[in-house]
């Protein structure tokens, strides 16, 4: 990097607007910001009072006339006008020390399955922050580039990205998505089937972080050599007092079986559709894991016993899709060619 100003201001920025959590790249310094996609606003207004890390510490836990909220839910623009108010919070948090002309150019992942008014819903958000540009760019394609993968090649790519909201699984090759499969089943569905199997087999009732944060202690798709068990506090449901009860891994892995058998069948569907011509490629390629599903334990042991083939997970899954966006900003030749081909 340059000493002088313009080597020091970079006016590309790529945004995982996600919707567990937004990841902000910054050409030349790398992801610059990680918080949770929640924005904190008094209760009947519009009127944001935290964002991010501030706002999530408030889910479940506000008086009256505060309300925390997730604006974006399935990979989509839920509250557009909480989503505006958020974005610039996170553009105006990683530009701050440039000055007041600075306009950056923007590139946003977007789920491959979403319709044009969403596509159009995502862009006119980061125009209001005051970008100079706004691109878009299918969020299985940014985490193939950001883990890596030789999306160039003549050969077949297969990435399986695991959001809060969707899961992204597409087949890549010479930099074009040969087939893709988005689901709205993801990380936030894994919550929400726990706090379900909380509710049904012990008449408890858990928030959603709690939720969460079982997922991540103890969760897995695959039995695993050595289970655990946690305490979990909630509310009893014929009570309405507090509670405490023990739960095991297995509990865990059995209340998430529904929605994992989601994201395995729309892998399955995937692989049915890949060119003979490419499907060799995959056998010794395998499939590639992103996103923060990817680091649910066991994960790789259930899809190669479904599928068959090599699973490998990335390295940092969480940050594929903000690494992918920062990369091809740097690349305006592959950007060009990849609008190209989606208008082709």
Do not use: W
């Not at 950056?104 to 100079?132: D, L, Q, Y």
């Not at 509710?199 to 050595?226: D, F, H, W």
């Not at 994201?263 to 060799?280: D, F, Q, W, Y």
Request: charged share 25%; aromatic share 4%.
């Amino acid at each position: 990097m340059t000493g002088n100003l313009f080597g020091v201001i970079s006016n590309d920025i790529g945004i995982d607007l996600g919707t567990a959590n937004t990841l902000v790249y910054v050409r030349d310094q790398g992801i610059v910001l990680r918080e949770p996609s929640v924005v904190a606003v008094k209760s009947g207004t519009n009127t944001v009072l935290a964002v991010g890390d501030d706002a999530k510490r408030m889910l479940g836990r506000t008086p009256g006339n505060i309300v925390a909220i997730r604006p974006l839910r399935d990979g989509v623009i839920a509250d557009f006008e909480v989503t505006e108010a958020m974005l610039k919070h996170f553009v105006r948090k990683v530009t701050q020390k440039r000055p007041f002309f600075f306009r950056p150019r923007i590139m946003i992942a977007v789920p491959s399955g979403i319709t044009e008014v969403e596509k159009r819903a995502v862009k006119e958000s980061a125009a209001a922050t005051g970008a100079k540009e706004v691109h878009l760019i299918e969020e299985p394609m940014a985490a193939a580039i950001g883990v890596g993968l030789p999306v160039q090649d003549a050969a077949a790519n297969m990435i399986v990205d695991i959001g809060g909201g969707t899961t992204e699984v597409a087949i890549i090759s010479l930099s074009g998505i040969v087939y893709s499969r988005s689901v709205r089943v993801a990380g936030d569905k894994l919550d929400e089937s726990i706090i379900q199997y909380m509710r049904r087999a012990y008449n408890l009732v858990i928030g959603e972080r709690t939720a969460e944060e079982m997922k991540i202690r103890m969760g897995s798709a695959y039995p695993q050599k050595k289970e655990t068990s946690v305490e979990v506090k909630g509310r009893d449901l014929v009570a309405g007092l507090p509670k405490t009860i023990t739960v095991t891994s297995s509990e865990i892995r059995e209340a998430m079986l529904d929605p994992l058998n989601v994201i395995i069948e729309s892998v399955r569907a995937t692989l049915e559709r890949c060119p003979p011509e490419l499907s060799g490629d995959l056998v010794d390629r395998g499939i590639m894991l992103a996103g923060g599903g990817a680091l649910l334990r066991g994960l790789d042991q259930l899809l190669t016993k479904e599928t068959g083939l090599p699973i490998h997970v990335a390295e940092d899954p969480l940050s594929a899709v903000a690494e992918g966006c920062g990369k091809v900003l740097m690349e305006l030749d592959f950007l060009k060619k990849m609008s190209r081909t989606a208008k082709a």
